[in-house]
T-cell receptor, first 114, second 113 residues
Framework: EPEVTQTPSHQVTQMGQEVILRCVPISNHLYFYWYRQILGQKVEFLVSFYNNEISEKSEIFDDQFSVERPDGSNFTLKIRSTKLEDSAMYFC????????????FGDGTRLSIL | KNQVEQSPQSLIILEGKNCTLQCNYTVSPFSNLRWYKQDTGRGPVSLTIMTFSENTKSNGRYTATLDADTKQSSLHITASQLSDSASYICVVSPLSGTYKYIFGTGTRLKVLA
């Protein structure tokens, strides 16, 4: 069964550095998402992406964050200047449609900011 | 404020037993309600999706129910297996057209042999 893959599985970065998290969604999916989960807390929506543009973003997704689909397969999340509070598990997801379609999640990237 | 609350926070049962997990939400109106299973260190996996007009949805040994009047949903697991040990997360989509799904904190289920 096709799956969403994320790399790296664990990223350790110094505060203030830029980090890029990478995702390869399921190939025929059209909708892409990033979520984060701070340790011990609930999953939180960050951003959705469709037709090469952001379709919706949360209050968490400020100017420090950006997303890109640089080619036909990758979907990236960039954090420009990381803060300690950015430490979390970041999940990428994709879906074939909007309403009623399941989202398929990757296994996440654990981001640790020192 | 839109919220999704789940109970219990954690649950331990013996293999072969049934269990029911609860989800209460204040999201209104809502488009759909989803249940996910999240194994430790893995991403969530979709179990069921129900629109506001559906009362029940099954996926193998998992059966989800929805009462839109009382804003409650439950996930019933039949004949539990060791592999059912995971967190189960209830997710509500606030209204049609938005991706800002609201996640509950989950119920941690442990199935013992």
């Amino acid at each position: 069964e096709p799956e969403v893959t994320q790399t790296p599985s664990h990223q350790v970065t110094q505060m203030g550095q830029e980090v890029i998290l990478r995702c390869v969604p399921i190939s025929n999916h059209l909708y892409f998402y990033w979520y984060r989960q701070i340790l011990g807390q609930k999953v939180e929506f960050l951003v959705s992406f469709y037709n090469n543009e952001i379709s919706e973003k949360s209050e968490i997704f400020d100017d420090q964050f950006s997303v890109e689909r640089p080619d036909g397969s990758n979907f990236t999340l960039k954090i420009r200047s990381t803060k300690l509070e950015d430490s979390a598990m970041y999940f990428c997801a994709s879906s074939g449609g909007r309403e009623g379609q399941p989202q398929h999640f990757g296994d996440g990237t654990r981001l640790s900011i020192l | 404020k839109n919220q999704v609350e789940q109970s219990p926070q954690s649950l331990i049962i013996l293999e072969g037993k049934n269990c029911t997990l609860q989800c209460n939400y204040t999201v209104s109106p809502f488009s759909n309600l989803r249940w996910y299973k999240q194994d430790t260190g893995r991403g969530p996996v979709s179990l069921t999706i129900m629109t506001f007009s559906e009362n029940t949805k099954s996926n193998g040994r998992y059966t989800a129910t929805l009462d839109a009047d009382t804003k409650q949903s439950s996930l019933h697991i039949t004949a539990s297996q060791l592999s059912d040990s995971a967190s189960y997360i209830c997710v509500v989509s606030p209204l049609s057209g938005t991706y800002k799904y609201i996640f509950g904190t989950g119920t941690r289920l442990k199935v013992l042999a």
